[in-house]
């Protein structure tokens, strides 16, 4: 087919793309509570033309057209992070929250790609399911992020999606305008560990009339790690984090409990699930050898985000072709998560980095830090690259 020359296009509307990310970053709002974001999200795309649904509390999907063709899916996530914004840009936002995953961009660029979707409707030969996610950050206390609920709630039938792609933007390691992307496994699992130690409490000068839970997770903790260090492949990514280790309030008084908190994360499902089986043996018999109990809970688990080859290879040959970025293939999955992983394992799914300043280029923050900024000088690219993606996919299929 001929060039769609869509970088140009996008460039056309850079000014309305980074308007609708300074919009997004001055209004975070968190998990599956998106009011103003879902309404100026929904406005957007009204005024383009389209008909948005609300599929899930502040879960988007709007259709561009033929729906009795091949569909392809597109992605963005909406939800902000409970961090205080601590960058120095003049649209920071003021109310204890922050978009410092880059969702706000993610949004924008979406719009972009919905405007430049629309403009080429009537050439498309199947039609683009554009989705507006909640609560990629897992911060409600659901148990299903907003991926997980998007496709619960049907976002891959009617019409029913053949492929999918998403683009997330990254600081320090990931040069500015510089595409990446991974054949298998993209990014890795994730799972929340809940341990709750219940042992006897007592007075700290009398230890033998109680049971100590305070002992017992430190027995726990370094046990643990040798899960990693004994027990998996040196080759294989797998991390065992704990963040929270919490019990007892006085110097001198054994508590009854400690909860510990921690995250899981590995790049292959059969290792995530023989981690997981095997926390929750050593916790259970390691606290029943000290005279306690332990119980084990793992939360808002989702796998690992996996890039079909076959898809991927396609997608970085369209981007490539029709001058829209450079794309570098990555040599191991990024440690981090995301839940686009649910879409990924029920249709073939590519999932992009958009390089938005590295550190040498004087973005030194990564994201979830409170003090990071995105070049926004890419956020057309990034419109540019996911409507390229969709439209020459629905292209070689009709």
């Given amino acids: 087919m001929n060039h769609l020359n869509l970088r140009s296009e996008a460039e056309a509307l850079r000014e309305d793309i980074v308007a609708d990310r300074r919009w997004l970053h001055e209004h975070p709002e968190l998990g599956f509570d998106l009011p103003e974001t879902t309404a100026y999200v929904a406005k957007r795309l009204r005024d383009m033309g389209y008909e948005p649904e609300e599929i899930v509390p502040s879960g988007l999907v709007a259709l561009v057209g033929d729906t009795s063709g091949p569909c392809f899916l597109l992605r963005a996530d909406m939800d902000a992070l409970p961090l205080k914004e601590e960058a120095d840009v003049p649209f920071a936002a003021t109310n204890g929250r922050m978009h410092a995953c880059g969702h706000d961009a993610h949004a924008a660029m979406l719009l972009g790609a919905a405007q430049m979707l629309k403009n080429h409707e009537a050439d498309l030969g199947g039609c683009v399911k554009l989705v507006f996610q909640p609560d990629e950050e897992g911060t409600a206390p659901d148990e299903t992020t907003g991926s997980g609920a998007m496709v619960a709630a049907g976002v891959l039938e009617n019409p029913a999606v053949g492929a999918a792609a998403a683009l997330h933007l990254m600081t320090v390691d990931y040069a500015r305008g510089r595409v990446y992307t991974r054949l298998g496994t993209a990014f890795s699992s994730v799972d929340d560990i809940d341990i709750q130690i219940i042992g006897k409490g007592c007075h700290g000068s009398q230890p033998q009339h109680g049971i100590d839970p305070i002992n017992i997770a430190a027995h726990v903790f370094l046990a643990l790690e040798n899960l990693v260090a004994r027990e998996t492949d040196p080759t294989e990514q797998c991390v065992l984090t704990f963040g929270s280790i919490h019990g007892g309030a006085a110097a001198n008084v054994i508590p009854d409990a400690v909860c510990m908190l921690g995250t899981l994360r590995t ?132």
């Avoid at 916790?283 to 989702?302: N, Y």
């Avoid at 898809?311 to 450079?326: Q, S, W």
Wanted: charged residues 25%.
């Fill in 267 to 398: 790049v292959s499902e059969s290792t995530r699930s023989r981690m997981k089986e095997r926390i929750s043996e050593l916790c259970e018999s390691m606290a029943e050898g000290f005279g306690g109990r332990a119980t084990v809970r793992f939360l808002r688990g989702v796998p690992s985000v996996c890039n079909d080859p076959a898809l991927t290879e396609e997608l970085i040959g369209y981007v490539e072709e029709e001058g829209v970025a450079e794309v570098s293939l990555l040599e191991k999955p990024i440690a981090g998560s995301d839940d686009m992983s649910v879409i990924s394992h029920e249709v073939p799914t590519c999932y992009f980095v958009l390089g938005s300043g590295s550190a040498e280029e004087g973005f030194a923050h990564p994201v979830h830090s409170p003090r990071i900024v995105f070049d926004e000088s890419v956020l057309s690219q990034g419109a540019a690259l996911a409507a390229t993606a969709a439209m020459r996919w629905l292209a070689a299929r009709t």
